[in-house]
């Protein structure tokens, strides 16, 4: 594909040397990666794959914005620096949100008119693939913020999924327009009346309407969309748990058990999170994939693939063409459109120049 | 128990009949019932219930608080007035949560000092009770809110389901202090500074947490609550249908789900909705539980038969003295503290007088 992606091998709870034989798996696959990361960890690497010596890890940092400002050598900020000048095409963090959207904003940087990025995941449910978005980087949004990430998340799909006019929809406590908070019914509207040629906006859905597959892409604030994606890590969880349980309460339910154990084992690769290989950072000039600390080799070469098919997908292109037709490009370089208590408002605002 | 409590046997799916049925389980057990709605479906009743022909429902009207406004004689109006007359101790509706509201808002009343009502409901997850509110009478909130929803979740937990100092959480997006929007920073602050003499606050947890117990009673803001409560019942049915799928898949899984099922009744029972028998509906002079339209004769006589333990144990006068003795009942008559968007606010402001 002739697509370079840059990894950061810090945070990963097996060790760097896992993140490189994930590298490596991507790597036979076509997928050029620059790992940066403690070299004499990381050890022997698979053609195609580069390492750039880079021990200082601020993963596990309380305060990730100062850490990237302090700590230029960090391997996080030095993959996200690489992408920004244009070494690499995508960035993939192996664990450590924070540090990689921190990263993100003052390496990559903001796209062109986008207020803010927001962090895309698909849903740990059996079916197809939903991706829910935000999850987390901004705990508190406006309007405007909700339509751009509608337009972001449905280039998502598309690019990488292959979702052709994905359905949109906002996450409410009832599914007629009128209910919801302020900040919803205001952003349905201006959805509903705006430009739709990359989506259909399908309108409001509620909490049971995700696992049911009502919606391909599903757009909601930062603060509810986290406690909905742990929620559902959570119960899936404690469903299967539940039932393992029960499944070795006595002999006759272990034998039920073994026999079940092989069919269940495709509903169970079906809510595996490492095949998507993490969660999706938006809005930045360049992709951002931030897998989980606790993935295997497997979810780290899929998060670097599904970084690889973004860019040979153009994501970053498109979802800038889409905002564009429809209006929804912010207007103004100055507005961030930012209360001061989200995540990504601890960031200096994007200076709009360059690259979209 | 010389308990009396008044049910609207409108909306239930099952018609009728099927509450008068689930009236005679708690009319056997002690409880005395006056049961609301059309005479000739209930048909014949047990001891220990009396019936009382309202043919008229609101049950399924679009904009309940109007239907309750023009409609007194609605099954549900006269089962409230019933309540607020002193006639019963406490209401139990057969589905439609926004008629309920309605009624309750206007005969029997919000409790003297408190802000809003909010709905209570037990999580669908295995394991110890644990209480999640608001879940959605309240869609937006002001931090004074969830400071008394942490009281009357308390109250609840004390009362009805006997957990002795109860551990109170915030819904937050990070388990520190710091984590959370404005509101949820605020409301924390305030726990955490007030008298806990009723409940232990463990602070912020996040959405994993609450199917691993790590609170007894969950308080976050009616938008996220509602959207919380039907993702679980939602993600549940997901990954017990998809293992279900998986045990009919193969004549092998076949067999082993058919060794598995009995085993798998008691982890069936602590997930269903039934026995809670609803959501509690806190903060008015009198305890009011909504039962899901869908139940069975059990569901109901379950929130019968709860709801006359709440009367047996002074929910509304526990949850008064707890709120006073901390401070945190509403400190002027007039103050209603409401933005316009929640299903409260819809209502009139309370006027304070007569029982707490």
């Given at each position: 594909m002739g697509v370079t992606v840059a990894v950061?091998?810090?945070?990963?709870d097996l060790g760097p040397a896992e993140v490189a034989a994930g590298a490596a798996i991507a790597a036979a696959l076509g997928v050029s990666v620059r790992i940066f990361g403690p070299a004499e960890q990381i050890g022997e690497v698979a053609d195609g794959v580069v390492v750039v010596d880079?021990?200082?890890?601020?993963?596990?940092?309380?305060?990730p914005a100062r850490a990237a400002r302090s700590s230029p050598e960090a391997s996080i900020i030095q993959a996200a620096r690489c992408v920004a000048e244009g070494e690499a095409d995508a960035l993939v963090s192996a664990g450590a949100t924070g540090a990689t959207l921190a990263a993100g904003l003052f390496?990559?940087?903001?796209?062109?008119?986008?207020y803010r990025p927001a962090l895309a995941t698909p849903v740990p449910i059996p079916g197809s693939p939903v991706t829910l978005l935000d999850?987390?980087?901004?705990v508190e949004v406006r309007s405007e913020h909700l339509v751009q990430f509608a337009y972001m998340g449905a280039a998502l799909a598309t690019t990488?999924?292959?979702?052709?006019?994905p359905r949109v929809a906002l996450l409410s406590?009832?599914?007629?327009?009128?209910?919801?908070t302020a900040l919803v019914i205001e952003a349905g509207e201006a959805l509903a009346a705006g430009s739709q040629d990359s989506f259909e906006f399908v309108g409001n859905i509620e909490g049971n309407d995700i696992a049911a597959g009502a919606a391909d892409v599903i757009v909601t604030d930062g603060f509810t969309g986290n406690v909905a994606l742990k929620l559902m890590e959570g119960i899936s969880q404690a469903v299967v748990g539940g039932i393992r349980d029960a499944a070795t309460s006595t002999p006759r339910a272990k034998l039920g058990g073994a026999l079940l154990r092989p069919a269940l084992r495709e509903f169970r690769d079906s809510i595996d999170p490492e095949g998507p290989g993490g969660a999706y950072l938006l809005g930045l000039r360049q992709l951002a994939v931030v897998s989980h600390g606790r993935f295997t080799r497997y979810g780290f070469s899929q998060a670097i693939l599904l970084a690889a098919r973004a860019v040979s997908g153009d994501l970053v292109g498109q979802t800038y063409a889409a905002l564009e037709s429809s209006g929804a490009?912010?207007?103004?370089?100055?507005?961030?459109?930012?209360?001061?208590?989200?995540?990504?408002?601890?960031f200096p605002p994007d200076d709009s120049r360059g690259r979209p």
């Amino acid at each position: 594909m002739g697509v370079t992606v840059a990894v950061d091998a810090n945070g990963a709870d097996l060790g760097p040397a896992e993140v490189a034989a994930g590298a490596a798996i991507a790597a036979a696959l076509g997928v050029s990666v620059r790992i940066f990361g403690p070299a004499e960890q990381i050890g022997e690497v698979a053609d195609g794959v580069v390492v750039v010596d880079a021990p200082f890890s601020i993963a596990k940092h309380a305060d990730p914005a100062r850490a990237a400002r302090s700590s230029p050598e960090a391997s996080i900020i030095q993959a996200a620096r690489c992408v920004a000048e244009g070494e690499a095409d995508a960035l993939v963090s192996a664990g450590a949100t924070g540090a990689t959207l921190a990263a993100g904003l003052f390496e990559i940087r903001r796209a062109r008119g986008i207020y803010r990025p927001a962090l895309a995941t698909p849903v740990p449910i059996p079916g197809s693939p939903v991706t829910l978005l935000d999850v987390g980087a901004n705990v508190e949004v406006r309007s405007e913020h909700l339509v751009q990430f509608a337009y972001m998340g449905a280039a998502l799909a598309t690019t990488v999924l292959g979702q052709q006019r994905p359905r949109v929809a906002l996450l409410s406590n009832g599914s007629e327009a009128s209910r919801g908070t302020a900040l919803v019914i205001e952003a349905g509207e201006a959805l509903a009346a705006g430009s739709q040629d990359s989506f259909e906006f399908v309108g409001n859905i509620e909490g049971n309407d995700i696992a049911a597959g009502a919606a391909d892409v599903i757009v909601t604030d930062g603060f509810t969309g986290n406690v909905a994606l742990k929620l559902m890590e959570g119960i899936s969880q404690a469903v299967v748990g539940g039932i393992r349980d029960a499944a070795t309460s006595t002999p006759r339910a272990k034998l039920g058990g073994a026999l079940l154990r092989p069919a269940l084992r495709e509903f169970r690769d079906s809510i595996d999170p490492e095949g998507p290989g993490g969660a999706y950072l938006l809005g930045l000039r360049q992709l951002a994939v931030v897998s989980h600390g606790r993935f295997t080799r497997y979810g780290f070469s899929q998060a670097i693939l599904l970084a690889a098919r973004a860019v040979s997908g153009d994501l970053v292109g498109q979802t800038y063409a889409a905002l564009e037709s429809s209006g929804a490009l912010r207007r103004k370089a100055g507005d961030q459109g930012a209360t001061p208590s989200g995540a990504a408002a601890n960031f200096p605002p994007d200076d709009s120049r360059g690259r979209p």
